[in-house]
């Protein structure tokens, strides 16, 4: 199993950014797909999550700004990223949780991180 980001960027404040994660291998489903970030010198902190049916939450400091989908036949995160301000630099993670992967003779299950993707926002 492999997540896959794209999309970071440099981008002045007030811009705009789209981030892609897709998941690939055996996968048979997802439960919760979302985004972290973490900016040098602090902790991961949660951006925003959705299940597989849809429902999501964000953290206080983007909603209003940050918007998350997902693509369950593409097995694929989005996060749709407005007025981004230079607060909201970091490096980007997807992460996948409950995800059940096919195994020889049934099934797996894990939580699973993609590589990062670093977003900088310019003043």
């Known amino acids: 199993v492999q997540l896959v980001e794209s999309g970071g960027g440099l981008v002045q404040a007030g811009g705009s950014l789209r981030l892609s994660c897709a998941a690939s291998?055996?996968?048979?489903?997802?439960?919760?797909m979302g985004w972290y970030r973490q900016a040098p010198g602090k902790q991961r902190e949660l951006v925003a999550r959705i299940t597989t049916g849809g429902t999501a939450n964000s953290a206080d400091s983007v909603k209003g700004r940050f918007t998350i989908s997902r693509d369950n036949a593409k097995n694929t995160v989005y996060l749709q990223m407005n007025s981004l301000k230079p607060e909201d630099t970091a490096v980007y993670y997807c992460?996948?949780?409950?995800?059940?992967?096919?195994?020889?003779?049934?099934?797996?299950?894990?939580?699973?991180w993609g590589q990062g993707t670093q977003v900088t926002v310019s003043s």
């Open positions: 992460n996948a949780e409950d995800l059940y992967y096919r195994v020889p003779g049934g099934r797996q299950r894990g939580n699973y």
């Open positions: 291998g055996s996968i048979i489903s997802i439960n919760v």
